[in-house]
């Protein structure tokens, strides 16, 4: 009866894990670290189409994410035709809107959406834990009461997927594409599992 009971509880165990490291291979974090250099020039006005899709309402414009201080970043959302969606400031663990229409200032979409362009323009990260098999580097690291998982493409290095998850859940997936040589992102895709919000990025000018 003793075995029967530790089989189940390690089938349990494994069945639990998240998916997201489960055929990875564990590794010493020492010399590890975290860097999202997307959106990391002060110089650069990083400019896209953006489409938004919160709760079945389409949204579709021009996103401008400007560094303006060294832990700081602009990000505004307009249409086409020049009105503002939002216009929101993320300094740190702080952040300030400037404006931002009713349709998404709702508790539940704007704080999604702070936490989604945080963990966007997030530049450097503390390393917990590290993962590797022979396609990706994957460095955990901790983001409140959940996790962040950065996936690099190897040999070369490239970030190109962050996962922000729970213990036993993934949450939202951002995905980088097209990276080119001054290191910006021409594509980029966040997708959320547990609400109704998508967004795509394609790169306009840099």
Known sequence: MRYLLISVFLILFSS???????????NDVSNATIHNPYFSNKKIDYVYKADINVYGKFLSGI?????????????????????TFFDIEIENNRHTVNTI???????????TLLKDFSLLIRENSEVIEKY???????????????SNYYFYKMPEFILHRVVHATKRKEKLNIRFEEI???????????????????????????
């Open 101 to 111: 229409v009713p349709e998404l200032n709702r508790k539940i979409i704007l704080n």
């Open 180 to 206: 080119t040589k001054d290191q910006i992102a021409k594509k980029i895709f966040i997708d959320h599992y547990t609400i109704k919000l998508n967004i795509e990025l394609n790169l306009l000018k840099n």
């Open 132 to 146: 590797s098999n022979v396609s990706y580097e994957v460095l955990k690291s901790p983001f409140n009461e959940f």
């Open 63 to 83: 996103l401008i994410l400007k560094k303006i201080a060294d832990n700081k970043h602009r990000i505004v959302f307009t249409s086409q035709f020049g009105n």
């Open 16 to 26: 639990c894990k998240l998916a997201t490291v489960k055929n990875y291979t564990r």
